[in-house]
Structure formats: C-alpha cells, structure tokens
C-alpha cells in the first residue's frame, strides 16, 4: 500500500470500502427510476467513474444514450455541462475564449472566459457530428486534463470525464474520430436494443426525465474510490497474459494469421494499461480480493473494440473488431 493508503485509520478505510460495496447497488436502484435494463452498460459506467475514464456510447437512435448520462451525472455532487455536436460548432465554443475589457476607465485587458470542457463530466452529444477541428479540441483536455488558450495552460479539476455518444448508422454530415482521439477513450461500450420485456416496460414509460434522482456520491468520495483502485492486487500471470494479447492484436509477422489478414492496426500500449486499470476496478466492484479472469473478460471488448482497426480485405468479409477479440481469445486462453 501506498503511504498515503497506510496513514488513513482503519475504521475510515472500513467505511471507505463499505461505502464502494454498496454503491452499486445504490447506482442501480436510482438509474432504475429513468433507465429500463442496459445492465451491462452500466456496470461498464461505474468502472470508468472509478477509472476516471473516458466513455464512448455508440448505439442507434432511441436508446437513452443521452438520457443515461444525464441521469447518471444528477446522481452525483459534480459541475456537470453539456455540449451538442453540429458541424458549425467551434473549438472556442467548447475550451472558451479570451475577450477585451475595459479593466479601469480607459485600461484594457484580456480576460478569459472558460468554456463548458470546464467541468467534472462533460457530455459530449453526437460527437462525430462536429468537425475534426472541433474534435481536436477535447485531445489535450481528455489526455493532460489542462487546456492551452493564447499560450496560457488552465488546468481542469479532477475528476474530469467526458461522455460522447455517437450513432453508427447515420453518415451524412458525419466525421469519423481519429484513431489518436478514439485511443484516449477508456471504454467504447456498444448500446444495443432492450429486450422485449424492457420494451414493453419503456413503451408504457412517460417521456420524461424523474427530478427524484437522489445523488448518491460526492467529488471528495469519488476520487477516494479512484485511489482505491490502484490498491487492488492483480496476479503477475493475468498482467503478462494481457500484454501478450494486446500485442497479439497487431498485425506482425508472428501473429495470428486472420489478425495478419484482416487488422490494419492493433492496440497500442495504452490499451494494456488501460485493461489493467478497469480490471482493477471491476474487481473492486465486485468484491472481490484480486482481479480475476472474469473481470478482465468484463472490460476486454469495450476497451479494444476502438482500438482494433479492420482493413478492407476484412470489412469485405464481413469481419469487425469484436469478432477479431473473440478469435483471438480462442487462441489464448487464461492459463495459469
């Protein structure tokens, strides 16, 4: 344990850990009164949170997207601010801008104006809607948690998360992410339709958002959690079986033979980072004293279904991301 983690008195890091076992539950239970099923989803949202991750909703109209996270950031004590995505929107629209002022009779001055990206969770609608220009604006602020206006840096509050949701089937008048903008995304989580009991429930459901949400969580209590993590142990072995599969993902001269085929790039090494942290989290989550396979299999997809990219030859036979991370779990297995 860290220092840090020893100088707390035990009862505090008793109740530290109690308050994580039940927040879950308590998640749930609140999201409940707006959110019909998305049980996986989630469970994905409370592990970034955890991580102080990024998140990418991509789903087809209609399913709450955009409600989720609404919902979900009323839960919490935090700035919450929200950008809609339209081509027009400029990069000063979402890091603010300095203007000229009269400071003190005739004197004048710069004074910076900061923009919504100064916040704790930030959503991001539509985000491929935007213009790359624009798109680039979240880069810095997403990876250094600061952003640069007229040589001068300002530095975000932690935590600082940001909540994009995307559509995949509607093209015209869409910009794709980069892949350098997509690797900065802790988790792309892919919404798909509820099942007939949940639509029948959401058909009978009033079009509006419950103001009864009780926030559950406070910023000094999150980033309390988000230490936490880091304390989770997690055994040499998994550790080396996710670095071998992260590079197993690239499309090299020793790897599988349908990654050589069909990936134009694989996961890079933040990806391995990235699936060590979450596992950490999902273990925490779950009770458990370790990080399992399970918890790794937890957070697998959602962390490289962005970050596998398939060529032409794949795309044409039909392959995508998700199906390359399940070959490529055939060929290896957790083994101890």
Partial sequence: ??????????????????????????????????IVGQEKTLDLMMVALLCNGHVLLTGVPGLAKTLLIKAAASLFHLDFNRIQCTPDLMPSDITGVEILEEAHGTERGFRFIKGPVFTNLLLADEINRTSPRT?????????????TVSGQTHLLAPPFIVFATQNPIDSEGTYLLPEAQLDRFLFNIAMDYPSLAEEMEIATQTQQIHSSLEPILDQARLLEFQKLVHEMPIPQYLVQWIVN?????????EAHEDVRRFVEWGAGVRASQNIVTAARAKALLSGHNAVTTDDIQAVLHPILRHRIIVNFAGEAEGWNSDQIIDRLLEQHPFTV
């Fill in 1 to 34: 344990m860290s220092s840090e983690k020893k100088n707390l008195p035990l009862q505090a890091v008793e109740q530290l850990h109690h308050s994580l076992i039940s927040f879950p539950q308590q998640f749930k239970q609140e999201i409940a009164k707006v």
């Fill in 135 to 147: 798109q680039a604006a979240l880069l810095q602020a997403m990876q250094e948690k600061q952003v």
């Fill in 245 to 253: 599969y992260v590079r197993a993902t690239r499309p090299q001269k």
